[in-house]
């Protein structure tokens, strides 16, 4: 069974650009969230997607978004890209709420 | 504000010493809890989980944790360490029936041959 599976794995972008990363959950798993990992602030959950609908949203500002489509895999976006915004973004999937969670191996973002 | 503690941002053992790593929460209700480990280069993994029953919950690799609700306590314990559990430790919470994880800082976990 393929696991979660992100992409591009690296990316490098100057700031005021934007980025587009990609998740594809595991098969059958509706559930999709997005985690942005920094080695001052740890892990911080963005948003969660559940069916195509987001279903909760962390403190992150509005340059952050993300979708879902009808086949589970998600993408978030980040506009407007600033130095902080370095990061690896990890994407997790759940079969549905309240099951464990499965993550990928991360988008690592340079913004410079 | 509501939050997941890791008491230990480093913990330093010799092989078979037992291992134990405090995690905390300060969330009311109804919480899933669960341990993820992250060896260098490679993604988070699930060690463990609870959402319900038995309070002690074993996961793999020899490690289990205890549940103490009174407590708001979540705590990872090994009896035997071994140098391939390197890695980092983190303990995270959801809420009733969400799926936002909110995580700990992390334990750096060093085991010495």
Redesign the interface.
């Known amino acids: 069974k393929a696991?979660v599976t992100q992409t591009p794995r690296y990316l490098i972008k100057t700031r005021g650009q934007q980025v587009t990363l990609s998740c594809s959950p595991i098969s059958g798993h509706r559930?999709v969230?997005w985690?942005q990992q920094t080695p001052g602030q740890?892990?911080?959950?963005l948003f969660?997607y559940?069916s195509e609908t987001q279903?909760?949203k962390?403190n992150f500002p509005g340059r952050f978004s993300g979708r879902q489509f009808s086949n589970s895999r998600s993408e978030m976006n980040v506009s407007t890209l600033e130095l902080g915004d370095s990061a690896l973004y990890?994407c997790?999937s759940?079969l549905t709420?309240?099951t464990?969670?499965?993550?990928?191996?991360?988008t690592r973002l340079t913004v410079v | 504000a509501q939050s997941v503690s890791q008491h230990n941002h480093h913990v330093i053992l010799s092989e078979a010493a037992s291992l134990e790593l405090g995690c905390n929460y300060s969330y009311g209700g109804t919480v899933n809890l669960f341990w993820y480990v992250q060896y260098p280069g490679q993604h988070l993994q699930l060690l463990l989980k609870y959402f319900s029953g038995d309070p002690l919950v074993k996961g793999i690799k020899g490690f289990e944790a205890e549940f103490i609700k009174s407590k708001f306590s979540f705590n990872l314990r090994k009896p035997s360490v071994q140098w391939s559990d390197t890695a980092e430790y983190f303990c995270a919470v959801t809420r009733g029936g969400n799926n936002d994880m909110r995580f700990g800082a992390g334990t750096r976990l060093t085991v010495k041959p």
């Open positions: 696991g559930s969230s985690y740890g892990l911080q959950f969660e559940f279903r909760n962390g990890l997790a759940s709420w309240r464990e969670a499965f993550f990928g191996q991360g």
